[in-house]
């Protein structure tokens, strides 16, 4: 059963304009969770971070946003960047030991 | 750069051969994954390692076995491969000053035919 779900398997958006991707979790005692970008035939990165303790966290033009109370977490590219486009995956941990990992988001920044 | 070099980068096998992926890394990090990325699925752990000799599985550890003699090692092994292990196998470090965040090596793709 998966644990957290990226229910948009994809999402356009044009240059200079808001992206928005989604993440939905069932497991309440997730209290960490991340977001990592991948390109083709490279390896996940890590992009940003939040935890449960807070509702937002912003580094640069990424801001993640945790909804605890409806378990989601979006994360907002203001303003989005034809280098952006690559598969967004959301991630959720309760002890730092096992990571669960959503199916991922292709995003395509529209130049 | 994680400082994670995976081994074989690309590899195609016969049904039923053994197969061993290689994680190597050069922090002296105490835990180490392995997870696959299959379309639809995303990525999911396949068995992780929280130090020498010290291993667990993850959701989807049946048909692999993991080895972990040293540190800077961790061995994914398919002991008798079969087409639905056609994946790309990514392993992740965690470091110890920020014990919250995995990072990743640059992948493993194995076909099995």
């Known amino acids: 059963d998966q644990q957290v779900k990226q229910n948009s398997p994809s999402l356009s958006v044009q240059e200079g304009r808001i992206s928005i991707l989604n993440c939905d979790y069932t497991n309440s005692m997730f209290d960490y969770f991340l977001w990592y970008k991948k390109y083709p035939a490279e390896g996940p990165t890590f992009l940003i971070s939040i935890s449960s303790i807070k509702d937002k966290n912003e580094d640069g033009r990424f801001t993640v946003f945790l909804n605890k109370s409806a378990k989601h977490l979006s994360l907002h590219i203001v303003p989005s960047q034809p280098g952006d486009s690559a598969v967004y995956f959301c991630?959720?941990?309760?002890?730092?030991?096992?990571?669960?990992f959503g199916t991922g988001t292709s995003l395509t920044v529209i130049p | 750069d994680a400082g994670i070099t995976q081994s074989p980068r690309h590899k195609v096998t016969e049904t039923g051969t053994p197969v061993t992926l290689r994680c190597h890394q050069t922090e002296n990090h105490r835990y180490m994954y392995w997870y696959r990325q299959d379309p639809g699925h995303g990525l999911r752990l396949i068995h992780y390692?929280?130090?020498?000799?010290?291993?667990d599985k993850g959701e989807v550890s049946d048909g692999y076995s993991v080895s972990r003699s040293k540190t800077e090692d961790f061995l994914l092994t398919l002991e008798s491969a079969t087409s639905s292990q056609t994946s790309v196998y990514f392993c992740a470090i965690r470091r110890q000053w920020n014990g919250n965040t995995i990072y990743f090596g640059e992948g493993s793709w194995l076909t099995v035919v």
């Open positions: 390692s929280y130090g020498v000799k010290d291993t």
């Open positions: 991630a959720a941990t309760n002890t730092g030991n096992q990571f669960y």
